[in-house]
T-cell receptor, first 116, second 113 residues
Framework: DQQVKQNSPSLSVQEGRISILNCDYTNSMFDYFLWYKKYPAEGPTFLISISSIKDKNEDGRFTVFLNKSAKHLSLHIVPSQPGDSAVYFCAATENAGGTSYGKLTFGQGTILTVHP | DAMVIQNPRYQVTQFGKPVTLSCSQTLNHNVMYWYQQKSSQAPKLLFHYYDKDFNNEADTPDNFQSRRPNTSFCFLDIRSPGLGDAAMYLC????????????FGPGTRLLVL
């Protein structure tokens, strides 16, 4: 039972355009969501996060949108750059900031390729 | 630079031959995690240490064990590797107050022959 799903295995975008990566979840107890980026031969690195009390969080070129009713979040990258080419993982956790540990449930990842 | 280091980066073992993967960190984080990631799948949490307290995920096979002798080091022991255990093994750390933001090592790719 996969609680976090990234249904697009890959996405190809032209440099300068917007990249939109999508993620769906099924567990309504999830209250904190994160995006990680992974380059080849490196571990995932934290990119941006959002709490369930918000519907948008922005950090420079990266914006994450959360639609709780649809159990859907998306990552927007504007403008996209060739250096953004990587695998992007969506992750979710419940009871964020509480006494439980930070158990992350990951999606399968989406390979983003940004063409010059 | 503070970081999470995993050794070796590639490990080849034989079916049934015990293998140990290691992870060290210079971030001085209290929490350390081990994830298993099979090809084109999501990373899956195997277990974590909350300081010295070991927490096993319910569906982690008994074949997988872990040791944390001190804050900096954590080991993953696979007692009798099977072909299905071939995967990328990722170590991660986090601080107690921001456990959701985890810092990952580059991973060890395990091949079982």
């Amino acid at each position: 039972d996969q609680q976090v799903k990234q249904n697009s295995p890959s996405l190809s975008v032209q440099e300068g355009r917007i990249s939109i990566l999508n993620c769906d979840y099924t567990n309504s107890m999830f209250d904190y969501f994160l995006w990680y980026k992974k380059y080849p031969a490196e571990g995932p690195t934290f990119l941006i996060s959002i709490s369930s009390i918000k519907d948008k969080n922005e950090d420079g070129r990266f914006t994450v949108f959360l639609n709780k009713s649809a159990k859907h979040l998306s990552l927007h990258i504007v403008p996209s750059q060739p250096g953004d080419s990587a695998v992007y993982f969506c992750a979710a956790t419940e009871n964020a900031g509480g006494t439980s540990y930070g158990k992350l449930t990951f999606g399968q990842g989406t390979i983003l390729t940004v063409h010059p | 630079d503070a970081m999470v280091i995993q050794n070796p980066r590639y490990q080849v073992t034989q079916f049934g031959k015990p293998v140990t993967l290691s992870c060290s960190q210079t971030l001085n984080h209290n929490v350390m995690y081990w994830y298993q990631q099979k090809s084109s799948q999501a990373p899956k949490l195997l277990f974590h240490y909350y300081d010295k307290d070991f927490n096993n995920e319910a569906d982690t096979p008994d074949n997988f064990q872990s040791r944390r002798p001190n804050t900096s080091f954590c080991f993953l022991d696979i007692r009798s590797p099977g072909l299905g255990d071939a995967a990328m093994y990722l170590c991660a750390t986090s601080s107690l107050d921001i456990q959701e933001t985890q810092y990952f090592g580059p991973g060890t790719r395990l091949l079982v022959l």
